[in-house]
C-alpha cells in the first residue's frame, strides 16, 4: 500500500511539474518594435469627421425608408472634401451610393490590399433622441470629443482612411502595393448592395489581395481579466449566423375549452427543448491565438491554465460559458427573438411562430445548427424555414502571414503601450463577402473600448476623443507604409 501510495504522489509531483514547466516557459510573444515618430493630423481632419455626421446616411429597416439625398449627400462630400483623392485616384461607383478607389502601385508583382469601411449608419429612434447628450446628427464638438451616429461606427473608418490617404498624397508617398479603399453604404442592413458588389467587381477583375482589413476588433480597455493594460484585439474570423423559424398549426377554439396541448404550448415547448440542449463548445483558432498571445502577460495561476490548455481544456470552457460573452466564444448561441400567437384572450390561437437567431462558431455550419434544431425539437408538426438572412461562419486567416505582422507591425507602433492578440468577431462585418477576393481578412478598427463607451455602438450618445480619432488616422497612415 505505501509503495502504491509512493508511486500515485510521485505521479502528481510529475504532473505538477510538468504543468508549471510549461507555464515557466511559457512565454510572451508580444511584437517588440519601436514606435513611430508622431505625424501631425491636420487640425480641421476631426471637422471633416463631424460634418460626415451631419449627413444622415442612415440604413432603415424599410427599403422605402431609404433617403437617397443623404447618400448622394455624402457622395458630394467625400469628393468636395479630398479633391486631391478625388483626382488622383481611380474612383469607381458601385450601385450609386458604394465606392471603390484604387491607386495604383508601382510594383505589379506586389498583391494588392483593400482597406474597408461602412459609410451607412443605424437609425437613431425618435424616442431616444431625448436622452442623446448632443443630437445625434449634430456632429457637435465639446471638450476635445465628437458626438454624433457613426463616431465609432464607422464614419471612422472611412474619413480615417481617407485622412491618412490625403496626407501621404500631399506629401508625395507612392506605394509599392496597389491599393484599394472600398466603402460599403448598406452594412448595417447586410451589404447586399454595397460591399457584396463591390467583392464581386474586385472579383471580376482578377484582383487577389494580400490582405483585406475591416472593422472588427478594436482597443479595449479593462476588459480583458488579468491584463492590467489596454489590449488591441485583431479579427481573425468571424462567426456566421441565420434564423430559423418554427410554424405549427392546430385546431384552436375557445378558451373555455382548452386542450391538452395548444400552438403556443408546442412552441414555447420546442423553444425551451432548444435552449435546454446548447451546442457543444470547443476552443477555436481565434480563441486559440487569443490564449497563446495574452497568456503570458497574465497572472501565474491564469498563465498555468493557458499554458496548459491542452490539459485545462474543459475548465477554460466553463470559464468562458459563465458569461454572455464568454459563451460567445466557444459555441454557436441561441436566442429566441420573436414570439407570435393569438389574437384576442378568450381564443385558443390556430398557429404559432417563432424566430430563433444563431451564432455560428467558425468550424461550424448552417446546416449543424439546423439539423440540431430538427433533431432536438423531434416534432413533426413543427414546420421549420431559414430566413432569408443568413452567413456561414467566415474561415480564420493566419497569424504568422505578412499580412497579419504589418497590421500587428503597425498597431505597436503607433499605440506602443498596448498588447496585441487575434480574436473572433461574434457580430457580422462586410468583409465576410471578400472571402474570394483574399484568405487574409482582418478585421480591426483603431479606436479605444471601454466600459463607458461600449453600450453606444448603436445606443445612445455615440462619440469618439478627438486625440483617439487621430491616432486612429495614424494608424492607417502606418499601415499604408508598412504594405511598402
Known amino acids: 500500500m505505501k509503495k502504491l501510495i509512493y508511486i500515485l504522489l510521485s505521479l502528481v509531483f510529475i504532473f505538477l511539474a510538468y504543468l508549471i514547466i510549461h507555464a515557466l516557459s511559457f512565454e510572451s510573444i508580444q511584437l517588440k518594435v519601436d514606435p513611430v515618430s508622431r505625424v501631425d493630423i491636420r487640425e480641421n481632419a476631426?471637422?471633416?469627421?463631424?460634418?460626415?455626421?451631419?449627413?444622415?446616411?442612415?440604413?432603415?429597416?424599410?427599403?422605402?425608408?431609404?433617403?437617397?439625398?443623404?447618400?448622394?449627400?455624402?457622395?458630394?462630400?467625400?469628393?468636395?472634401?479630398?479633391?486631391?483623392?478625388?483626382?488622383?485616384?481611380?474612383?469607381?461607383?458601385?450601385?450609386?451610393?458604394?465606392?471603390?478607389?484604387?491607386?495604383?502601385?508601382?510594383?505589379?508583382?506586389?498583391?494588392?490590399?483593400?482597406?474597408?469601411?461602412?459609410?451607412?449608419?443605424?437609425?437613431?429612434?425618435?424616442?431616444?433622441?431625448?436622452?442623446?447628450?448632443?443630437?445625434?446628427?449634430?456632429?457637435?464638438?465639446?471638450?476635445?470629443?465628437?458626438?454624433?451616429?457613426?463616431?465609432?461606427?464607422?464614419?471612422?473608418?472611412?474619413?480615417?482612411?481617407?485622412?491618412?490617404?490625403?496626407?501621404?498624397?500631399?506629401?508625395?508617398?507612392?506605394?509599392?502595393?496597389?491599393?484599394?479603399?472600398?466603402?460599403?453604404?448598406?452594412?448595417?442592413?447586410?451589404?447586399?448592395?454595397?460591399?457584396?458588389?463591390?467583392?464581386?467587381?474586385?472579383?471580376?477583375?482578377?484582383?487577389?489581395?494580400?490582405?483585406?482589413?475591416?472593422?472588427?476588433?478594436?482597443?479595449?480597455?479593462?476588459?480583458?481579466?488579468?491584463?492590467?493594460?489596454?489590449?488591441?484585439?485583431?479579427?481573425?474570423?468571424?462567426?456566421?449566423?441565420?434564423?430559423?423559424?418554427?410554424?405549427?398549426?392546430?385546431?384552436?377554439?375557445?378558451?373555455?375549452?382548452?386542450?391538452?396541448?395548444?400552438?403556443?404550448?408546442?412552441?414555447?415547448?420546442?423553444?425551451?427543448?432548444?435552449?435546454?440542449?446548447?451546442?457543444?463548445?470547443?476552443?477555436?483558432?481565434?480563441?486559440?491565438?487569443?490564449?497563446?498571445?495574452?497568456?503570458?502577460?497574465?497572472?501565474?495561476?491564469?498563465?498555468?491554465?493557458?499554458a496548459n490548455k491542452e490539459v485545462f481544456s474543459s475548465l477554460i470552457i466553463n470559464i468562458y460559458s459563465k458569461s454572455a460573452a464568454g459563451s460567445a466564444l466557444v459555441r454557436n448561441t441561441i436566442a429566441p427573438t420573436i414570439l407570435r400567437s393569438g389574437e384576442k384572450d378568450n381564443i385558443i390561437p390556430l398557429s404559432a411562430h417563432a424566430t430563433i437567431n444563431f451564432r455560428i462558431l467558425p468550424g461550424s455550419s448552417i446546416k449543424e445548427v439546423t439539423d440540431h434544431v430538427k433533431k432536438v425539437i423531434n416534432d413533426e408538426r413543427i414546420r421549420i424555414k431559414q430566413g432569408e438572412f443568413a452567413s456561414e461562419p467566415s474561415q480564420s486567416s493566419s497569424t504568422s502571414s505578412q499580412a497579419y505582422n504589418i497590421i500587428n507591425r503597425s498597431i505597436v507602433q503607433i499605440f506602443p503601450q498596448v498588447l496585441t492578440a487575434p480574436n473572433l468577431v461574434i457580430g457580422a462585418t462586410d468583409s465576410r463577402h471578400f472571402e474570394k477576393v483574399s484568405d487574409a481578412i482582418y478585421r480591426f478598427l483603431p479606436i479605444y473600448i471601454n466600459d463607458n463607451n461600449i453600450k453606444s455602438f448603436h445606443g445612445i450618445n455615440e462619440r469618439i476623443a478627438v486625440r483617439d480619432f487621430n491616432a486612429a488616422v495614424r494608424f492607417y497612415i502606418q499601415v499604408i507604409k508598412n504594405c511598402n
Not at 424599410?62 to 448622394?72: G, T
Not at 382548452?258 to 483558432?285: G, H, M, V, Y
Open 46 to 306: 476631426i471637422q471633416n469627421l463631424a460634418q460626415s455626421l451631419m449627413i444622415k446616411t442612415v440604413s432603415p429597416e424599410d427599403h422605402h425608408d431609404f433617403d437617397s439625398s443623404a447618400f448622394n449627400a455624402f457622395s458630394t462630400f467625400l469628393s468636395t472634401t479630398y479633391p486631391v483623392a478625388d483626382s488622383v485616384l481611380e474612383k469607381v461607383v458601385i450601385n450609386t451610393y458604394s465606392f471603390i478607389y484604387k491607386w495604383k502601385g508601382s510594383d505589379n508583382s506586389l498583391k494588392p490590399v483593400v482597406l474597408m469601411a461602412h459609410l451607412d449608419v443605424v437609425p437613431a429612434p425618435v424616442e431616444e433622441v431625448k436622452d442623446w447628450k448632443y443630437g445625434p446628427f449634430d456632429g457637435k464638438i465639446v471638450d476635445d470629443t465628437l458626438w454624433g451616429r457613426g463616431a465609432i461606427d464607422d464614419k471612422v473608418g472611412v474619413i480615417g482612411i481617407m485622412e491618412a490617404v490625403d496626407h501621404l498624397l500631399i506629401s508625395g508617398f507612392q506605394p509599392k502595393r496597389t491599393l484599394y479603399l472600398a466603402f460599403g453604404h448598406d452594412e448595417e442592413i447586410g451589404g447586399a448592395n454595397g460591399a457584396a458588389a463591390i467583392a464581386s467587381y474586385l472579383e471580376g477583375q482578377g484582383v487577389q489581395a494580400e490582405f483585406v482589413l475591416d472593422e472588427g476588433g478594436s482597443i479595449v480597455q479593462g476588459m480583458v481579466p488579468g491584463i492590467e493594460k489596454d489590449v488591441a484585439l485583431i479579427g481573425i474570423a468571424e462567426k456566421g449566423f441565420v434564423s430559423l423559424d418554427l410554424f405549427v398549426e392546430v385546431e384552436g377554439g375557445h378558451s373555455s375549452m382548452p386542450k391538452e396541448e395548444t400552438a403556443i404550448d408546442i412552441i414555447t415547448n420546442a423553444i425551451s427543448r432548444i435552449r435546454k440542449n446548447p451546442f457543444k463548445a470547443s476552443l477555436t483558432a481565434p480563441l486559440i491565438g487569443f490564449i497563446d498571445n495574452l497568456g503570458p502577460e497574465m497572472p501565474f495561476l491564469n498563465r498555468l491554465v493557458f
